[in-house]
């Protein structure tokens, strides 16, 4: 309850409004924002105690890092957040390898809540994105690169940036890299991250690669 916020009336917390979020302690006992009195004796209360005395060492964590217009929220299929999510990735591995990526491929189980209207905080962005994954740059022979599709067809999509893929009945119909279909023999620039190289939800995107750049 203390996490829904159901009966307590708790909310997020940012760095200024924690006793209006969270509630205070008087002693042993948890005063809720709900204005409801927990006795120390209660689990609430034991709980309450710990979430606010880590609230100090969270404070770094309250910063506004961003602003968004419309929730994002968080599902089990392509939608904006994912979007937002690959295309970060695969702009970022082309900044940091100064070479522009064809594709981008994040999984989307790596996304772990959505991204709220407003205000955005860094523990908003750490709670979306808790895993420590890094960013890697692969070069990937189209052939290759069609195999991974054609694995995402006959289970679901992963979140995809710079390619178009049309499926009929399973089976991979098309694929656009960019305007341009894909080219088997071509060697393609992949952004992505360490998650998928060695098995992530089981894709193993350095066996498929001819180059596998860390970041």
């Not at 008087?26 to 209660?42: C, L």
């Not at 710990?50 to 609230?55: C, G, K």
């Not at 178009?164 to 305007?179: F, H, I, N």
Request: net charge negative.
């Amino acid at each position: 309850d203390l996490l829904d916020g159901s009966m307590t009336g708790c909310t997020a917390a940012s760095a200024t409004n924690v006793e209006q979020a969270l509630g205070m302690m008087d002693g042993d006992n948890y005063h809720a924002p709900s204005g409801k009195v927990y006795p120390g004796s209660s689990a609430t209360s034991k709980v309450a105690a710990l979430v606010l005395a880590a609230q100090p060492q969270m404070v770094d964590l309250k910063a506004v890092v961003a602003y968004t217009e419309e929730e994002m929220p968080h599902l089990k299929t392509e939608g904006t957040l994912s979007n937002w999510f690959v295309d970060i990735v695969t702009a970022k591995v082309s900044e940091l390898v100064g070479t522009r990526m064809d594709v981008g491929i994040c999984n989307l189980g790596g996304i772990r809540k959505g991204m709220p209207k407003g205000d955005v905080l860094l523990d908003d962005i750490q709670s979306m994105f808790p895993f420590k994954n890094y960013l890697v740059h692969l070069k990937m022979k189209g052939s290759e690169l069609r195999k991974i599709f054609e694995f995402m067809a006959t289970r679901k999509f992963e979140a995809i940036s710079g390619a178009t893929v049309e499926v009929t009945g399973g089976k991979v119909t098309s694929v656009l890299v960019g305007d341009s279909p894909l080219d088997d023999e071509k060697i393609y620039n992949v952004a992505t991250i360490s998650f998928l190289l060695n098995g992530g939800d089981g894709y193993y995107l350095a066996n498929a690669s001819q180059e596998v750049n860390d970041l």
